[in-house]
């Protein structure tokens, strides 16, 4: 399978496995356009928007790809990067500075 036929099949494996758990997720509908405010799947969680960047591969350069979600979340949404490798569990990603901005924030109101 080639890499964007593997990328497009992930986003839509995690997009089923996110909307099956009651996560009202949406893929981005703007195929292979990317950049700011153009994630490969959006979606919200308690009122946070999300903002997923979906890797399937075996060889992840994941602060790349920490640094393309921050960067395309654009300070709008929870930058995530969303993946897995062949045979593996999904894993998500998320910056610690972004985790305790949210437990503040979660005390706070």
């Known amino acids: ?14 997009l089923h496995l996110l909307q099956t ?11 292979f356009v990317g950049g700011a405010d153009n994630p490969d799947i959006g979606a919200e969680v308690c009122g946070l928007p999300l903002h997923i ?3 399937r591969q075996e060889r992840l350069r994941l602060s790349e790809a920490v640094a393309q979600a921050v960067h395309d979340a654009n300070g709008h949404a ?5 993946h897995r490798s062949n045979r593996q569990p999904w894993l998500l990603t998320v910056r610690l500075e972004d985790v305790l ?9």
Do not use: C
Not at 21 to 31: F, K, M, S, T
């Open 53 to 55: 960047e979906v890797k």
């Open 78 to 82: 929870l930058p995530i990067v969303a």
């Open 21 to 31: 758990h009651g996560i009202p997720a949406h893929r981005n509908l703007q195929q």
């Open 1 to 14: 399978m080639n890499g964007k036929r593997k990328g497009s099949a992930g986003e839509r494996e995690l």
């Open 101 to 109: 901005q949210l437990l503040h924030e979660s005390e706070m109101g």
